[in-house]
């Protein structure tokens, strides 16, 4: 059989189906999705849908729990299933928000030094003054107070933390971000400040999945939308008010 895939995609998956090892239990399935650069895709859903899941899958998140058993799928170019250097490589042209990742922040690095850790991590040799100057510049992108950069996370709000999440997903300019709540634990007056780093990235040509519920955020982005139920895709849309219902009854997404 012909393999199934779009170079072009930033995110391509066919019939993609995964389950958890633990319970040999499907957790997505069925799942096609083809995001190209410069677009947006917000995965919705009820609490246990597969939301999460699937996120993590795609960023290629450490899940040993978690195993893909049907179906094709491509982040950034480079198969779901690759290993070794090709998976080192999407990591390093993902960005990945984990949900309620501000909670979990490494409590002995400073603001700094947890923003630049995918560069560090990474890079042997870097030029400190450059890489200073590109944290303060995304740290004050997101309306980060001055001095932020020194101190240390419980020294922080959760909404401060947050954004300090953001800035670690974005250091490496991904070509594909997968953000989990991207929104949550911000106060009303600093959503726009994240949005439009978002936008101004998705200019350039970031691809950006998106999980939530949450309507503002959907508009604000002007996301496609999936709708998951039990694993399995039950809406698809252009726009949030291409898809009202689900079968569930009469459940509004994002009412």
């Known amino acids: 059989m012909p393999r199934v ?6 995110i391509f998956c066919s019939d993609l189906s995964i389950a958890r090892a633990s319970a040999d239990t499907r957790v997505v399935d069925g799942v096609s999705i083809r995001l190209m650069p410069g677009e947006t895709l917000a995965v919705m859903g009820a609490t246990g849908s597969g939301k999460s899941s699937l996120a ?3 960023a290629g998140a450490d899940q040993r729990d978690l195993r893909i058993v049907g179906g094709t799928g491509e982040v950034a170019g480079i198969s779901l299933r690759a290993r070794g250097r090709a998976r080192r490589i999407r990591g390093y042209r993902t960005g990945h928000l984990v949900q309620g990742v501000n909670a979990s922040l490494p ?22 003054r450059a890489l200073a100057l590109r944290v303060a510049a995304l740290l004050d992108e997101l309306q ?34 997968i953000a989990d709540e991207p929104y949550a634990n911000l ?6 400040a994240v949005r ?14 998106v999980v939530t519920n949450e309507r503002e955020l959907v508009t604000d982005l002007a996301a496609q939308v999936l709708v998951l139920r039990a694993g399995h895709p039950v809406g698809v849309g252009r726009h ?5 219902w689900t079968p569930d009854e009469a459940t509004r997404i994002g009412g």
């Open 5 to 10: 895939n779009d170079p072009d995609a930033a």
């Open 56 to 58: 993590s899958c795609l």
């Open 107 to 128: 409590s002995r690095l400073t603001i700094s030094e947890i923003v630049a850790e995918p560069i560090t991590g990474r890079d042997r040799k870097v030029n400190e």
């Open 144 to 177: 980060l107070p001055i001095g932020a950069s020194e101190k240390y996370p419980y020294e922080l709000s959760s909404g401060m933390r947050q954004r300090v999440a953001i800035a670690r997903s974005l250091v490496l300019d991904p070509q594909v971000l």
């Open 187 to 192: 106060d009303v007056d600093v959503r726009p």
């Open 196 to 209: 439009d780093a978002l936008l101004r990235r998705i200019e350039d040509g970031m691809a950006l999945l």
């Open 240 to 244: 949030l008010d291409d898809v009202l």
